[in-house]
């Protein structure tokens, strides 16, 4: 069997996210799409209700900070008129692209755009069966899955075409889910159970995985029988954010918090205060959210990969637990990720607090075409110096070009975050 996924949908409004269509509450459009991608949702869907192009403009851009942030693949729809529209979704890094079926242009929309972008970036919504009678020739061919938004056509679309689908499932309901995803044509299910802030995705693939839906969720190569168990029936776990590589704290794991860890996808410890098993966060919010668990050599210390919720791991409202310090050697920091942010960070800087006789100030205040100017004289030095047989002078020459190149992303909205995001696609 394939293995299924559960999807979240996100509703933008004024680049606001509505966690239903219908909802008026408005909420931080960042916020909902870090809790699903942390959550174990395995899809994001994003909804554009635009009601003019100014906002679907600003939608666009909320779908583009959405792809900034989260891991899982999201595909975005609505407002699609023409294949621009496709592109625009695209280009804000969306992995597809959902059309509507309902509408008059899609049929030959579907061709065109497949044809442009690839089969596996179109998807199709559908609430009749009307829009595969008139694509009954070509559908499998234009098409990578189907978006189901009414349950009582599943079988009839079973009956007329082998494209995978996504089927929309609002209510929780286990007996009805599982017999649903036995289906081999069906993917996954969305709808507004899986929306709610309170759903709790990881126990719901493990009731489905336990009843032989194959899910993407934790399943732990090793168990807590192959651990070395210390006198006190405890594991230490050192947590570091995965992102980062910030050591946030050490804590402890007895048995029924290792298995509770793995089945909710929560850090959760063993208190040795209060001898009782915590889940970090439940009443502070900052949880923990696991992306991954690795035991050390010796078997008898576990790291733990996570996201962090609010940032905070401390007690103390800290970030980290570790930040008394107590002796200190100064180095140059040669870490290439960690390099590459400081020398953004201070570009950034310079633009929001500018400094006189600053040359990033100079390049700024010249604007645009100079930087642009400046960044194609590094490239072409690059070029010269590729041809030297000292590489020392292609490295100075390197090192230019990529200080210029930082402050075009600078001037133009750009992180480092974007650009490894696409080459991470490629």
């Known amino acids: ?52 192009d100014e906002e679907h403009e600003t939608n666009i851009l909320a779908i583009r900070e959405i792809n900034r942030l989260v891991d899982v693949k999201t595909c975005a729809g609505g407002n699609i008129k023409r294949l621009e529209d496709v592109k625009k979704y695209l280009y804000a890094g969306c992995v597809e692209v959902i059309l509507n079926g309902a509408k008059t242009n899609t049929p030959s929309l579907v061709m065109e755009a497949a044809q442009r972008f690839g089969a596996e970036k179109i998807l199709v919504s559908i609430d009749t069966v009307d829009f595969l009678f008139k694509t009954k020739s070509y559908l499998s061919r234009c098409v990578h899955e189907l978006i189901l938004m009414r349950p009582e056509l599943m079988d009839g679309l079973e009956n007329m075409t082998d494209v995978p689908y996504i089927m929309i499932q609002d209510t929780y309901d286990l007996e009805k889910i599982t017999e649903r995803l036995k289906s081999e044509r069906i993917r996954g299910i969305y709808g507004s159970f899986i929306n709610e802030k309170a759903a709790d995705i990881m126990k719901l693939k493990a009731l489905l995985s336990e009843r032989g839906i194959k899910m993407d969720n934790f399943e732990p190569k090793l168990s807590w029988s192959d651990l070395k168990i210390g006198p006190d029936g405890l594991v230490p776990c050192i947590v570091q954010d995965y992102l980062t590589g910030d050591v946030l704290m050490l804590a402890y794991m007895d048995e029924e918090a290792f298995n509770t860890t ?110 642009l100017k400046k960044v194609g004289e590094e490239a072409t030095e690059i070029v010269i110096a590729a041809k030297n047989p000292d590489s020392q002078e292609l490295i100075y020459e390197a090192s230019d070009f990529l200080y210029h190149l930082m402050v075009l992303m600078e001037e133009k909205g750009v992180s480092w975050e974007d650009i490894t995001r696409e080459l991470a696609q490629r």
Request: glycine share 6%; with cysteine.
């Open 1 to 52: 069997m394939e293995q299924k996924i559960i999807v979240g949908t996100i509703y933008l409004k004024d680049g606001k996210a509505l966690m239903q269509r219908d909802a008026t509450e408005k909420l931080d459009v960042l916020e909902l799409a870090k809790l699903y991608n942390d959550s174990g949702i395995d899809k994001i869907i994003c909804y554009d209700l635009s009601d003019d």
């Open 262 to 371: 793995i089945r909710i996808g929560k850090m959760t410890y063993y208190s040795r205060s209060r001898k009782e098993q915590w889940i970090k966060g439940m009443t502070s919010g900052h949880i923990q959210y696991v992306k991954s668990l690795t035991a050390d050599c010796d078997f008898d210390t576990i790291l733990a990969k996570v996201s962090q919720v609010g940032g905070i791991a401390c007690h103390t409202g800290a970030r980290s637990c570790f930040f008394n310090e107590i002796v200190k050697k100064e180095y140059i920091e040669r870490n290439p990720q960690k390099v590459l942010e400081d020398v953004s960070a201070i570009i950034a800087d310079r633009k929001e607090h500018p400094k006189e006789g600053s040359y990033t100030n100079y390049l700024f205040d010249k604007g645009l075409d100079k930087i």
